[in-house]
Nanobody, 120 residues
Framework: QVQLMESGGGSVQTGESLRLSCVIS????????MAWFRQGPNNKRDGIAR????????FYMESVKGRFTISLDHAKNTLFLQMDNLKPGDTNMYYC?????????????WGQGTQVTVSS
């Protein structure tokens, strides 16, 4: 398992941008996927973007598609989430996670989270 540490959260106005970072300690290729989650209804964490470590293929939840970009810098062992055109509804705690399952449906390594607050 890898260890994950997020940073980059903060408070911004509607329409502004933030870039979240997640430093990965360990073998990045021990995970099939890296992803960003945020807290959804009923305290369940919802995946908003994921990327396969092998081929870099991204996938986005509909609500962030076109505004958020996930990327993985193998040289720096860092996962990024570029968040543009932020809205108040994006206010949340954001977590990065790693999956050792090839289907990328089960995540077993988590960071501590970073808070994003968007005001109108």
């Amino acid at each position: 398992q890898v260890q994950l540490m997020e940073s980059g959260g903060g408070s911004v106005q509607t329409g502004e941008s933030l870039r979240l970072s997640c430093v990965i300690s360990g073998d990045i290729y021990s995970s099939y996927c890296m992803a960003w989650f945020r807290q959804g209804p009923n305290n369940k964490r919802d995946g908003i973007a994921r990327i396969r470590t092998g081929d870099g293929r991204p996938f986005y939840m509909e609500s962030v598609k076109g505004r958020f970009t996930i990327s993985l810098d193998h040289a720096k062992n860092t996962l990024f989430l570029q968040m543009d055109n932020l809205k108040p509804g994006d206010t949340n705690m954001y977590y990065c996670a790693a999956s050792t399952v090839s289907s990328c449906t089960d995540y077993n390594s988590w960071g501590q989270g970073t808070q994003v607050t968007v005001s109108s």
